[in-house]
């Protein structure tokens, strides 16, 4: 239903090399459509062709070359890339698409225990009300799930504390109710990304 990105899997001292082209439809003078990347948390540099979220834009039908260089001492870990033209960073990244995970390798050097873990990568997000998802579909699928999992015999989904009802939900990895399998005592490393926007 919705959007999922590929994860970047990269070691320190590599390189992340990216043609990408706008296929966004022509814009309005409203919403451009106008688009780049930025990759989230990475210390790398901000010239252009790498990470410059302010100079490097691509209006639909054109392209953008990326060469980002992870340092060679560069740590561990889960980040994520994203698009960043700033006034439609959420609508265009919160839809899924445009948006994924990066992991830099290396985590096990410094926790051997993850090497017998399975990893997963879970990529949550916010997509209600953006693109062309229909939040009505969407809320009656959680209803269900909720009314089938929390009360079998009928009874009302559980209210938020904050006021919102289930309507207000986020997709993790695109799916609305999602299935992690895992074992009785099994033990997972999960890398989470909240791309919530």
Request: glycine share 10%.
């Amino acid at each position: 239903m919705f959007g999922v990105a590929p994860t970047v899997r990269v070691h320190p001292g590599d390189t992340i090399k990216v043609y990408y082209f706008n296929y966004l439809p022509a814009g309005t003078p409203v919403v451009m459509n106008m688009t780049n990347l930025h990759f989230h948390g990475l210390r790398v540099s901000p010239q252009l062709g790498s990470d410059d979220v302010l100079d490097m834009l691509s209006a639909p039908g054109q392209f953008l070359n990326y060469s980002v260089t992870i340092p060679a001492n560069h740590p561990p870990g889960l980040y994520w890339y994203h698009t960043h033209p700033h006034g439609e960073t959420n609508r265009q990244a919160g839809d899924g698409a445009m948006s994924g995970a990066i992991v830099v390798e290396g985590m096990q050097e410094h926790l051997p225990i993850l090497a017998s873990m399975t990893e997963r990568i879970l990529v949550i997000r916010a997509p209600l009300g953006k693109g062309k998802i229909d939040p009505t579909i969407v809320r009656r699928r959680i209803l269900r799930h909720l009314n089938a999992v929390i009360a079998p015999a009928g009874g009302q989904p559980p209210a938020c504390a904050n006021g919102l009802d289930s309507a207000h939900t986020v997709t993790v990895n695109g799916a609305v109710t999602p299935t992690i399998p895992i074992a009785p005592n099994e033990a997972q490393f999960f890398r989470v990304v909240n791309a919530t926007g």
